[in-house]
């Protein structure tokens, strides 16, 4: 009983470490466990493998043995015909040997229903043997981990002094950022600088540093031009004067160097249009003059009408995304504010803004140092000498000359050549002084902001030596994908290795359950070997003497002369001692050694109470043929003794 509950209780156990594992692999709590690749990483793999392997065959053996024992004793403790025993004890010696007793099923039918099950169960758990390995493995996969790697930072530090930089060869090179094939620009975008990635071993996305130059641009207005004086001024209407010495053709954006306000503050000349102005017109509109040639002799006037732009630049610290293989930008972490609309300040505005610090205090060196864009004068006709006479050229000192950082601004805004380098004299009869270009604010403040961080970005490219400066080394946290290995549950062998270990249980409880009408008895019997066999013919003549009449010992003869009913948990150790009481050797006629039949079943006693054989006669279990054989039996063992008193006689 307690082998038939030691086997269930393990076919359970089986099941329910399946069941285990079903519910880890739905949570890949294995995943977990992530072993880096080494040079042992194979060892390990192996190590598991077998582990595994020894882990099913030492269970499975021992399931087997369990149930094959449960089995046995099942069969022995019931009346079944002498071929189903020796059918299902022959199963048990293996899958091969359980196929060919299937097979012989076909010959002389005895058990096959047994024998099935017997081969079932070696069959499941040949599955388990053939899963066993394959279950858990180590499996190879990307896994992301995070690492500090080292970035060129975008904006100088403090300690750099922006006074020393060659901002003529640096505006002189901003303009073609963005244009030529081939030259890249990570690190600038728009009017961000951020920090570049030195390392691209990473995925995905990457935070870095980020600096946004914030551009908040305004009309002055209350301003007039006066020409009474030589030169003639910008002033204020309560008498405030700033220097101007030149009056701008139309469609131009001119920064305006020359007026002393806040270091943080650009001002520009402006004479497009403007574009959705909140301001009243009348009181940010200066009013200038241009004189032009109608005819080749014929000076005429006319009023560009120009605007003063105000900016005040600031800077934003914020931080950026970028790829982490391209260093290419791909969002900021926070804004800077862009106008919707033009509002309008008085001058005073142009002198009250906050101030940066020292070192910082550079966005007008630009424009002051961009040299010009190459081009004759924009002269009007006042200001002309000899105009008539082309050869003779135009003066150097008349007009003004816009320089490669307006040109590069204008160009931003989105203007066309022809606005941005009009003819160097207007053309004769030219007085189409019209804007044909109309600037918004929010246009304005992004180009503006723009220019200054190509400026900056150019430097840093340059480097020290080449007039700008030397990026300091920062740090940013990216992913990298790292080769490693884990712990995997593999689900199709599993799902066989569940299925086997439920069908192993029902298979297991077929074969060994015990009915209650016929509980197992206690016999010495308890495996179905060769020695046990012979054991069992040297008790029992009639199952030796029914066996022995088969002339040819070939198996289908054999399993048929076996198809009578025995009940072998009748030869138990009580039953033996009673009646083996005087099993000894003796030597016979010939020679040779052999056993008494004294020890013989019952029903093969050649005496009996006459209460006895009629009990036997009852049940049916003393037949003609056991008789028969009895007979047989006697007359081989009386004839030598017959013989030999012959012989005696005779002498």
């Avoid at 209407?237 to 270091?263: E, I």
């Avoid at 569940?498 to 009408?517: K, N, P, Q, Y």
């Amino acid at each position: 009983m307690s082998l038939r509950r030691s086997c269930y209780c393990l076919h359970v156990a089986l099941i329910a470490l399946h069941l285990c594992l079903v519910g880890i692999a739905v949570r890949h709590t294995e995943h977990s466990v992530v072993v880096t690749i080494t040079s042992k990483t194979g060892m390990l793999t192996t190590a598991l493998s077998a582990s595994l392997q020894a882990f099913y065959t030492i269970y499975t053996a021992l399931l087997v043995y369990l149930t094959q024992r449960v089995s046995l004793s099942r069969r022995l403790s019931q009346r079944q015909m002498l071929t189903t025993i020796h059918d299902v004890t022959g199963a048990w010696g293996g899958l091969g040997a359980a196929l060919d007793g299937l097979w012989q099923q076909t010959k002389v039918v005895a058990s096959p229903l047994g024998v099935l099950s017997v081969t079932a169960y070696l069959l499941n758990i040949s599955v388990l043997h053939i899963a066993s390995s394959s279950i858990i493995q180590f499996q190879t996969f990307n896994n992301t981990v995070t690492a500090s790697v080292p970035t060129a930072v975008g904006w100088p530090d403090s300690s750099v002094d922006y006074n020393g930089f060659d901002w003529a060869t640096i505006s002189s090179l901003a303009p073609s950022v963005g244009n030529l094939s081939g030259l890249g620009n990570a690190g600038l975008t728009n009017g961000t600088v951020y920090d570049v990635l030195l390392d691209n071993t990473g995925i995905g996305n990457a935070t870095v540093n980020a600096t946004t130059i914030n551009a908040d641009c305004a009309l002055v207005a209350g301003m007039i031009y006066d020409t009474t004086g030589n030169p003639a001024q910008l002033r204020t209407q309560n008498g405030g004067a700033f220097l101007s010495t030149f009056v701008p053709w139309k469609d131009q954006v001119l920064c305006n160097t020359n007026v002393l306000t806040a270091s943080s503050v650009l001002n520009f000349f402006v004479t497009t249009a403007i574009e959705g102005s909140a301001a009243p017109l009348d009181r940010t509109t200066i009013p200038m003059n241009w004189t032009y040639y109608a005819s080749a002799s014929v000076i005429s006037n006319a009023t560009i009408d120009m605007s003063w732009v105000t900016c005040n630049i600031s800077l934003l610290r914020t931080s950026a995304i970028a790829d982490a293989q391209t260093n290419t930008f791909l969002s900021s972490i926070s804004e800077a504010p862009i106008s919707s609309t033009w509002i309008s300040v008085s001058p005073d505005f142009l002198f009250d803004q906050p101030q940066e610090t020292v070192n910082e205090l550079w966005f007008s060196a630009p424009f002051i140092s961009a040299p010009l864009i190459g081009i004759d004068p924009i002269c009007s006709a006042s200001e002309a000498t000899d105009v008539i006479d082309v050869a003779a050229g135009l003066p150097g000192e008349c007009g003004y000359q816009p320089s490669m950082l307006d040109a590069y601004l204008m160009q931003l805004l989105g203007m066309d050549a022809s606005q941005i380098n009009p003819f160097p004299i207007p053309g004769i009869d030219d007085s189409n002084i019209t804007s044909s270009f109309a600037l918004s604010v929010d246009r304005m403040e992004t180009a503006l902001s723009r220019v200054l961080a190509t400026m900056m970005w150019t430097a840093g490219q340059l480097g020290e030596v080449g007039g700008g400066f030397n990026h300091s080394i920062g740090s940013a946290t990216i992913t990298r994908l790292v080769l490693e290995t884990r712990l995997n549950i593999n689900w199709i062998p599993l799902s066989f290795a569940l299925f086997a270990s439920i069908v192993l249980w029902g298979l297991a409880i077929r074969m060994t359950h015990v009915d209650s009408e016929n509980p197992l008895k206690a016999n010495a019997i308890n495996s179905g070997g060769v020695l046990e066999l012979i054991w069992l013919a040297s008790r029992l003549p009639a199952m030796r003497d029914a066996i022995g009449r088969v002339d040819s010992p070939n198996i289908d003869y054999l399993r048929a002369a076996g198809r009578f009913d025995v009940l072998l948990a009748n030869v138990g150790e009580e039953n033996l001692a009673a009646k083996h009481y005087d099993d000894y050797e003796s030597q016979g006629p010939q020679g040779v050694v052999r056993p008494r039949y004294t020890s013989i079943p019952i029903e093969d006693a050649p005496a009996l109470p006459e209460t006895t054989v009629d009990q036997f006669l009852d049940d049916g279990e003393l037949t003609l043929d056991f008789v028969e054989l009895n007979i047989n039996r006697l007359r081989s063992e009386i004839e030598p003794f017959a013989l030999k008193f012959q012989e005696l006689v005779r002498l």
